[in-house]
C-alpha cells in the first residue's frame, strides 16, 4: 500500500500526546491542553512531558537549578556561533550549534540530562545569535528569572511585561508537542538507528525550516500585509491560480478549529496597549475562512496554529527572522521526549518505495 505522505499511516506508539482532529481537540498525555495553559509554567510541562508526571515543588526546584546551570554558552560555542551569523538564518546556526553541543560519550539509550541541557541552551543560542547578527551587545542570561521571562530578557535586554511573558509562555506550551509531525518523525527516525539525541535533534530543525512546517508564521504576515494592499478574494484567489497555499491555513490532522490558534487568539487580546492592527488579523482570519471554504468546498481550511502564532508574536515585539528558532526553543520539549521514547522501544524505520521504472 502507497500512502503518499504517509497520511493516515501509524509509524509509531507514543504516550506524549494526542490529537482528535474532528473534534479540534489535543490532549498532552492524558491531559488537555485547555485544562494545562496558565496553570503550568513551561519548566512544568517539559517535565511532565519528559518524566511522564508532574514536578512536586523539590523536584520543579531541582529542575530550574539544572536549567539555569546549563543555560550559558561556553566561549568555543560563541566563536563558532560568531563565525555562522555572517552567512546563516538563525534557525540554520541552531541546527549547526547543536552539532557542535555533541560531546557525549554516554549515548544509548538516550539520556534525560541531555534533554534538559538542549532545552536550556536552546534559547540562549537563539538570543545569541539574533543580537550578534543585529549588532547589538549580547545578553548574559539572568539566573533570577523563569525559562520564558529570561528568553526574552536575553533577547530584547529589558524586562518585558507580565502579559507578554504570559503570552509567549503560552505561545510555547502549546507548540511543545504535536504527535507525528514532520520535524518529530524527522527526530524518531534517525532515533532509531541507536543514533544520539544530537544527530535526532539536528534532522528535526531541518524539517521544521521549511515553510510548510515552522517556517509558515512568516507567511503569515506576508499574506495578511498583501491582504492589506489588495482583497482577501483578490490574493486567495491569485494564490490557487498559482497552486500556493494560503500561510497558516489548512492542517493535515484537524479538519475543526485548532485549539491551539484559539489559545492563542485569546492571548492576543490580553496584550495592553491593543495594537491597531489587530481587528484587521480577527477579520481577515473569518473573510479567509469563508473564501477557501467556497473556493475549495469541503477541505476544512480553519486557520491554524501559525496564523495566530504570528500575531502573537509581532504584538510582542517579536521580529519574523525570530519566529522559526522560537518554535525550535518550544518544540524541543516534544522532540527530546519522543527521542527518549523512540530509544526506550526501538525498531529501525526503514519503509519501502514503489519503484516506478528508469523514467
Ligand atoms: N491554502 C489553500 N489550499 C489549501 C491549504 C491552504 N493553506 N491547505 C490545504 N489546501 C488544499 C490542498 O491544496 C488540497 O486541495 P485539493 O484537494 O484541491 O488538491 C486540499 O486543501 C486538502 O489539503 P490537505 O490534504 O488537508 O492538506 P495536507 O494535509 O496535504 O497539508 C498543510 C497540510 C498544513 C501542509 C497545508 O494545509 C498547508 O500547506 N498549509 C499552509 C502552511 C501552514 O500554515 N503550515 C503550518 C501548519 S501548522
Redesign the pocket.
Known sequence: MFNP?L?GVTAAETCLSQINGEKGELYYRDQSVHDLVGRYSFEEISYFFIKGRFPDSNELQSLKKVLIKERSLSSEIKKWIDHLVKKQSITAIIRSAVSFLDDSEDRWPIQTHEAYRLLAKLPTIVAYSYRKKMNLETVEPDHQLGHVENFLYMLFAERKTKEEVQALETYMILTAEHGM?ASTFSGRVVTSTQSDIYSGITAAIGALKG????G?PT??LDYIDEVKQKSVEEV?KA??ANG?????????VY?AT?PRAEALKAMLLIIEPKPNWIDFTLKTEKETFQW?SDL?PG???YA????YAASLMKAIGIPSELFTPIFCCSRIVGWTAHIIEQSRNNTIFRPEAKYMGNK
Open positions: 505522505g497520511k509531525n515553510p510548510l512546517h515552522g509558515a507567511g503569515v486567495i494564490k490557487l500556493e497555499k494560503v500561510m497558516g491555513f489548512g492542517h493535515r479538519k485548532d477557501l475549495k477541505r476544512r481550511l491554524n496554529v501559525e496564523y
